[in-house]
């Protein structure tokens, strides 16, 4: 599986979990036409645009484009990409019947389709995580060494570590840790935590 150094934006869990089986890669969903008013989303949009980089992998339709248009102009063209999809006519196999527009979305594009949309938009491929990368990345026993999780008062940390750091306070453990990994470095978060996170 290729690895994708940009976070990849797309709209649902659907589409998150379609292209989580083709690339190794950070995935934020925008929950559809909610991130519009979640400010906490948007500026963790921004932190990670600025730190690794963004790629925004819409639907074709009417409603990806508004969701796409609408992210542009909230975060500006600086480190983000834009992936697109073919019009295709089908229908998803989850659902019963074809969406407004007869439009297949990210969720139905094969493999092949996926992998072309991230290349032409201009994603960064490697075609492994080396074992420099794994070492450096933050894992769920350093959440629990950190007591961010597993403890009593783990809940509570992971709340005051969400505010301190500016991120929504809904990202759950592993969401949290994925957002940990593309913003820090393993390194990076202990010296962090170090200095004065007080959580």
């Known amino acids: 599986m290729k690895h994708v150094y940009e976070v990849i934006v797309v709209e649902g869990r659907y589409d998150k979990n379609a292209v989580s089986q083709i690339v190794d890669a950070t995935i934020i969903e925008t929950s559809g036409f909610g991130i519009l008013n979640n400010k906490e989303k948007i500026t ?3 932190k990670l645009a600025e730190k690794r980089g963004l790629i925004i992998l819409t639907d074709s339709d009417k409603a990806g484009f508004f969701i796409r248009g609408r992210l542009r102009s909230m975060l500006g063209d600086i480190n983000v990409k834009h992936a697109y999809i073919p ?3 089908g229908r998803e196999k989850r659902k019963e019947a074809p969406s407004k527009e007869g439009k297949l979305g990210v969720e139905g594009m ?3 389709i996926i992998i072309k949309s991230l ?3 201009g ?3 490697t075609d492994e995580v080396t074992e420099e990368q794994i070492k450096s990345m933050i894992t769920k026993a350093d959440l629990y060494n950190l007591g961010l999780s597993g403890k009593k008062d783990s ?3 992971r709340q005051t570590l969400l505010k301190q750091l500016n991120l929504p306070e809904r990202l759950s453990t592993n969401s949290l840790l994925d957002v940990l990994n593309a913003l820090f470095t393993k390194e990076e978060f202990y010296k962090l935590s170090e200095r004065g996170l007080e959580y």
């Open 44 to 46: 963790l949009l921004k």
């Open 87 to 89: 019009d295709i006519i």
């Open 110 to 112: 094969t493999k092949d």
């Open 119 to 121: 290349e032409l938009a």
């Open 123 to 125: 994603a960064t491929f």
């Open 155 to 157: 809940a509570q940390k």
